[in-house]
């Protein structure tokens, strides 16, 4: 549905805040943004009350973190209880660091973050702020590559239902471009595993891997990938693309003695050069045998694989596995990254690492880019590379060529802000 001219209807707004001037300032710029206030409230309980006896929830909760009847947080878990998914704008005079905890705990809680915004509010910063969550029905409307799914419904397969995925050649591999920062040009791909299910579709690693994790098959999952990423390798070099691909590696394959020749027989025996394969670690949990790691990983970055450490700034993937390993590429967690544009604290964080990484000649890859904004501050910071829905969904290895021959042909190359989706 589309209001005039195939805008977007106006969206519809409860607005919550203590403070009567505040209140009726807020609503005010509601109206000049253009936003249809459904009702508002000077206390969370109320609020709760009128959202709950609207005939239809609210697109969105504007509300202020300080009430007299109850906390932002505890109003953000009622809202999550009330209405689960229901997209919320913050609006105090409170830190960027407390906003950003409350927003933290509102994407927790299941609800949409959309961000935070200083008191006095301005129409104009609503209005960009809110433009993503008025347009989200025509993005999810526009999307052609169908995303994996991993719900209630979908299966949770034993050893051998896995096995027989992997005789049948069930698992496919989807691939999301890697490109340069400063010029967008497509630097590389990473290997995303996907299993086509023949009963509930295509289905994400989050549906199966913790089962092949538990029931120790995950070695001959990674085979199969590198089975695979050597074959579409050699697809694309055959049609004049040498695009190098990264692969993930769990670190419970890295206990392995033998994985380190496997993979490079593997490779030699494909004809493909080693420094085409970047191997991304995983790093969900500490390696148990440091000494077998560290052998497997210096036998492969001595034959001319590239080595990644992902994730880096959540968990284990830490300063420490950066001391400790020889990785030629480290990956900002999308955690980070998503909305630090929105996140000025962040902005120092991701500037330390950017410099750490290029001090010690490794290169810095911005995951979860889904915004212009961060794309041009991760640019400003000198990140190396970027990977995001901004940029690019995954696409099977056959879209993949003409995914970049379209862009190129439109001016624009992947990484200058367009996005192109193919139908897998």
């Known amino acids: 549905m589309t209001g005039p001219a195939g805008k977007p209807p106006a969206l519809r707004a409860v607005v919550i805040d203590g403070s009567p001037a505040d209140l009726e300032a807020t609503v005010a710029q509601c109206r000049a943004a253009g936003v249809i206030v459904n009702g508002w409230s000077d206390c969370g309980a109320g609020a709760l009350e009128l959202i709950e006896s609207l005939p239809a929830p609210p697109d969105l909760v504007i509300t202020e973190l300080d009430l007299p009847d109850m906390d932002g947080a505890d109003l ?29 705990l509102a994407a927790a809680l299941g609800l949409e973050a959309l961000g935070a915004l200083n008191k006095p509010l301005a129409a104009q910063a609503l209005q960009d702020l809110t433009r993503g969550c008025a347009n989200a029905a025509a993005r999810a409307a526009a999307l052609l590559v169908l995303p994996p799914r991993c719900d209630a419904d979908a299966p949770r397969p034993d050893a051998g239902e896995l096995l027989g995925a992997v005789r049948q050649q069930q698992f496919d591999l989807y691939y999301q471009p890697k490109t340069a920062l400063h010029d967008g040009v497509l630097r590389g791909v990473e290997a ?5 299910h023949p009963h509930h579709g295509l289905l994400s690693p989050a549906c199966f891997l913790p089962q092949a994790e538990a029931a120790s098959l995950v070695d001959i999952l990674t085979v199969e990938v590198v089975r695979m990423a050597l074959r579409d390798w050699r697809r694309w070099h055959a049609e004049g693309l040498s695009l190098p691909i990264s692969i993930n590696l769990s670190p419970l394959s890295l206990a392995d003695p033998h994985l380190a020749e496997q993979l490079i027989k593997a490779v030699n025996d494909a004809g493909v050069p080693p420094r085409a394969i970047t191997f991304e670690i995983i790093e969900h949990e500490e390696i ?24 880096y700034g959540a968990g284990y993937a830490s300063l420490l596995q950066l001391s400790r390993f020889p990785f030629t590429e480290l990956k900002l967690d999308r955690r980070l990254v998503h909305n630090a544009s929105r996140r000025p604290h962040m902005h120092a964080l991701l500037r330390h690492a950017i410099a750490t990484a290029r001090a010690i000649g490794v290169t810095s890859v911005a995951e979860g880019i889904e915004r212009e904004q961060d794309r041009l501050l991760l640019r400003e910071l000198g990140c190396d590379l970027a990977q995001g829905y901004l940029i690019a969904r995954p696409m099977p290895a056959a879209a993949l060529p003409l995914w970049r021959g379209k862009s190129a042909a439109a001016g624009k190359v992947a990484g200058t802000g367009a996005v192109i989706q193919l139908r897998p």
């Open 192 to 196: 995303l595993l996907r299993w086509r």
């Open 288 to 311: 148990a045998d440091l000494a077998t790691a560290l052998r497997i990983l210096i036998k492969l970055r001595m034959h001319g694989f590239g080595l990644a450490l992902d994730d």
């Open 76 to 104: 953000l878990q009622a809202l999550s209880m009330l209405e689960p998914g229901l997209p919320v704008v913050l609006v105090s005079r409170h830190s960027a660091r407390l906003h950003d905890a409350a927003l933290t």
